[in-house]
């Protein structure tokens, strides 16, 4: 089915934030688009606010008439949707085209030049700091993205004269096998979803294949020391990017009075004083991955460097600050998605290094039970770096209980003497009678609905 000939679109999973860009797209187009979610969200309520209908009843009952007809309805699902839903049972047993959002990402990749940004960490900052930099830029671009700009307060960026797509290419379940990238940037390659790929072998085979999929011509950058051995077709050019080495890199990196300024370095050349609007360490590395991605494009000069990186917003709950008290005792609430155990240390590496000598507390919400099980040691181990630990209980999404699961597991091993487990819905009290200092709250899961109650005690 081509894109022209849809006129409806039916969304199961509406309310996960990479289909409700799509959502948005093909609304820009258009096209009348309905979908069906669990629960209601902030999300959800925005985009029927928007004009998209949407139920959380998976019976047919629930899906509008005008979305009944299999020829010119195109049905994107999530993987994360059970495979018995109702409704999505319905459309595949009745002549719907029926498609995962990743499938929907990849034509739009192979009509459109792709700039697809992948690894087991740092692909919503990097994609964001990419589209930002683009948009800031006379050329524009379109952009999906997994997670909400501020400053845009969308994940969906539109031009209808850009010839380049940014996308979030994502490994879980494979989805970015359907894309067709022209510029293709690998983060990281830490072992993640086990539940979906068993080994580290067949983590790495996955990102191997995605490299092929790089169109010739086009361009691969990839992260310095990782184990991938890539395969891109003849005709692909293959770069390297990190903070200290690598073709595209930093140097002169100045830290301090909460700024972090840096030299950008290309093959042939530099551009210099590059300040970050989101002052973490680790966007060091994510600024240098999402500038050599624009330098490739040809459309990188060091004004529109210095001016994008220096007004890039941050993402909604990717290092997000929620509460930054006046003074140097003034307490500080930081919001961070991270959901590895590689992430979560950095996550918390970062915090230390904007705060030295502070108290820092981290209050972690494990999400999946599978994700649990498999790196219980490692996040142990990074908790353990945080003077004051609150652990929540594991935040299901997709998945259901597994027998011995839970997250005292984790509890058990983490070094740090003051520790505590607790139930989400104890957060805001456990939090304000331990009177904190720097908090660092850490999940994929809902405990960020939890910090705007905490961070309104304060102001």
Same mark, same amino acid.
């Given at each position: 089915?081509?894109?022209k000939?849809?006129?409806?679109? +039916? ?8 289909? !409700?860009?799509?959502?948005? +797209? ?5 096209k ?23 139920? +959380? ?20 699902y999530?993987?994360?949707v059970?495979?018995?839903?109702? !409704? ?8 719907f ?14 009509n ?6 992948s ?29 909400i ?16 797509s ?36 067949? +983590?790495?085979?996955?990102f ?12 691969l950058?990839?992260h ?20 200290h080495?690598?073709?595209?890199? !930093? ?14 370095v ?23 991955a ?6 490739l ?22 290092f ?21 155990p ?15 000598g ?27 770096? !945080? ?12 998945e ?27 957060f ?12 660092l ?10 910090v ?8």
């Amino acid at each position: 089915m081509e894109i022209k000939d849809i006129t409806h679109v +039916y969304f199961v999973g509406a309310g996960g934030i990479g289909m !409700a860009a799509l959502e948005r +797209y093909f609304l820009s187009l258009g096209k009348k688009v309905a979908g069906y979610d669990r629960t209601p969200s902030p999300l959800t309520r925005e985009l029927e606010a928007e004009g998209i209908a949407i139920s +959380y009843d998976d019976s047919m009952d629930a899906v509008p008439e005008e979305f009944r007809n299999p020829a010119s309805t195109l049905v994107v699902y999530t993987p994360a949707v059970p495979a018995e839903n109702i !409704a999505l049972t319905y459309f595949r047993d009745n002549g719907f085209e029926v498609r995962k959002r990743s499938y929907v990402l990849g034509a739009i990749t192979r009509n459109s030049k792709g700039i697809c940004f992948s690894g087991t960490h740092g692909k919503t900052t990097t994609s964001s700091m990419c589209a930002h930099i683009l948009h800031s830029g006379p050329v524009g671009c379109n952009a999906f993205l997994g997670g909400i700009l501020l400053g845009y307060n969308s994940n969906l960026m539109l031009s209808s004269t850009s010839p380049y797509s940014v996308i979030e290419a994502d490994e879980y379940d494979r989805s970015f096998h359907t894309l067709s990238p022209y510029i293709a940037i690998i983060n990281a390659t830490d072992p993640d979803h086990l539940d979906i790929y068993g080994t580290e072998e067949a +983590y790495l085979e996955s990102f191997a294949h995605f490299t092929e999929l790089i169109r010739p011509g086009g361009f691969l950058i990839q992260h310095t020391g990782m184990k991938l051995k890539p395969r891109p077709a003849e005709g692909v050019t293959t770069y390297t990017f990190s903070r200290h080495e690598g073709d595209f890199h !930093a140097e002169n990196i100045r830290m301090g009075n909460g700024e972090i300024v840096f030299d950008f370095v290309f093959p042939g050349g530099r551009y210099t004083d590059i300040s970050l609007g989101v002052p973490v360490e680790i966007n060091i590395d994510n600024a240098i991955a999402s500038l050599a991605a624009v330098w490739l494009t040809g459309t990188l000069t060091e004004e529109l460097a210095r001016k994008a990186m220096a007004s890039y917003p941050g993402v909604e709950r990717r290092f997000q600050f929620h509460l930054r008290q006046p003074g140097p005792e003034g307490k500080v609430v930081i919001d961070d998605y991270a959901h590895h155990p590689d992430e979560l240390r950095s996550s918390i590496a970062s915090v230390r290094a904007l705060y030295p000598g502070r108290k820092l507390t981290v209050a972690f919400q494990p999400h999946l039970y599978s994700r649990t099980r498999d790196f219980a040691p490692e996040f142990a181990e990074a908790l353990s770096a !945080a003077d004051s630990v609150v652990l929540i209980d594991i935040y299901p999404a997709r998945e259901l209980p597994i027998p011995g699961i839970s997250s005292k597991i984790i509890f058990d091993k983490v070094k740090t003497a003051d520790k505590t487990m607790i139930s989400k819905e104890n957060f805001v009290d456990t939090i304000k009678k331990r009177n904190f200092e720097i908090l660092l709250t850490v999940g994929a899961g809902d405990l960020n609905l939890y910090v705007p109650e905490l961070c309104s005690l304060y102001k």
